[in-house]
Antibody, heavy 127, light 112 residues
Framework: QVQLQESGPGLVKPSQTLSLTCTVS??????????WSWIRQPPGKGLEWIGH???????YYNPSLKSRLTISLDTSKNQFSLKLSSVTAADTAVYYC???????????????????WGQGTLVTVSS | QSVLTQPPSLSGAPGQRVTISCTGS?????????VHWYQQFPGTAPKLLIY???NRPSGVPDRFSGSKSATSASLAITGLQAEDEADYYC????????????FGGGTKLTVL
């Protein structure tokens, strides 16, 4: 049973870079057939998909965050990471990592759902 | 404003059947992309409830069922129980604005 655990600073200053790591246990991050996502949820609000990375290292980002976002993989540690630059108060949220099973749509592209999720970590952007 | 529209709240009595709707458009559900559902209790991570429109992961009671038609999807809960009180989110893919996975705004279900 795969489990995921987020880690990183709980407080980041405005204009700085938010950095989080997700450690995967109970399975290899290198195994084919899955990608690995970051998802966030501002306090009291809904969910927003941030982006994901495949075991090959290829990434796809939410276009609304793309210019500030980097997701990377460290297979030796069975981890993947998130870096979000130039943060503002609007980036305050609980950040989740998740495993992404996928299906193929009618055009042959991979589309995803999320299972399981990490427990989440609250990141507050404040001076 | 979420791309997928859900009622903000819904309530039902124990034993009743409730349905949570998820309304999309031609760039997401109407384009044939699958819909998935998640259950979230306060202070905890979302948990997958339905994937691929109608499929239940192992361990999810058969009281939960999903359906999809045209530009909308629904999550039905029969035999409502107090433990079903939670937030529910739908999720699909949207091809507009560069394409991304999207969630509904969430529905808070209250068991009376």
């Amino acid at each position: 049973q795969v489990q995921l655990q987020e880690s990183g600073p709980g407080l980041v200053k405005p204009s700085q870079t938010l950095s989080l790591t997700c450690t995967v246990s109970g399975g290899s991050i290198n195994s084919g057939g899955y990608s690995w996502s970051w998802i966030r949820q501002p306090p009291g609000k809904g969910l927003e998909w941030i982006g994901h990375i495949y075991y090959s290292g290829s990434t796809y980002y939410n276009p609304s965050l793309k210019s500030r976002l980097t997701i990377s993989l460290d297979t030796s540690k069975n981890q993947f990471s998130l870096k979000l630059s130039s943060v503002t108060a609007a980036d305050t949220a609980v950040y989740y990592c998740a495993k992404d099973p996928y299906y193929y749509d009618s055009r042959g592209y991979k589309r995803h759902w999320f299972d399981p999720w990490g427990q989440g970590t609250l990141v507050t952007v404040s001076s | 404003q979420s791309v997928l529209t859900q009622p903000p709240s819904l309530s039902g009595a124990p034993g009743q059947r409730v349905t949570i709707s998820c309304t999309g458009s031609s760039s997401n559900i109407g384009a044939g992309y699958n819909v998935h559902w998640y259950q979230q209790f306060p202070g905890t991570a979302p948990k997958l409830l339905i994937y691929g429109n109608t499929n239940r992961p192992s361990g999810v009671p058969d009281r939960f069922s999903g359906s999809k038609s045209a530009t909308s999807a629904s999550l039905a809960i029969t035999g409502l129980q107090a433990e079903d009180e939670a937030d529910y989110y739908c999720q699909s893919y949207d091809s507009s604005l560069g394409g991304r996975e999207v969630f509904g705004g969430g529905t808070k279900l209250t068991v009376l």
